[in-house]
């Protein structure tokens, strides 16, 4: 699976390389770069989609996933209800959103028991 995933980034750069309006590319480059873990390079390119196609749910919905595996909850939220803005019914969106919730209000109540 990494080897398909190395294989996608460089397609994927390709394509950007020759369009870089290619939304889908961005966002298959990001999605690599997720399976990869490397959350930081994912983040600029589906931000690069985002600012190509502001109503691209996908960007949104990934960057927000994004954000909240990196504990970015105020982001994630944003992108998330963004989400949920341009889509009401994104389950996925909706579920992601509960999650960023409990964790940060989790970890906002555990810091000010060892405060």
């Excluded at 949104?60 to 009401?88: E, F, H, I, K, M």
């Amino acid at each position: 699976m990494t080897q398909i995933m190395l294989i996608v980034t460089v397609i994927a750069g390709l394509l950007i390389a020759f369009n870089q309006n290619d939304v889908d590319a961005f966002n298959s480059r990001a999605d690599a770069y997720r399976f990869k873990e490397q959350y930081n390079e994912a983040i600029s390119d589906h931000t690069k989609a985002i600012l190509l196609d502001s109503d691209n749910v996908y960007a949104y919905y990934r960057r927000g996933d994004l954000y909240r595996r990196t504990s970015q909850w105020n982001l994630a939220r944003a992108d998330l209800n963004q989400v949920l803005q341009l889509d009401p019914d994104h389950e996925p969106a909706r579920a992601s959103l509960k999650a960023v919730e409990s964790s940060s209000k989790f970890l906002s109540e555990g810091y000010k028991v060892f405060s």
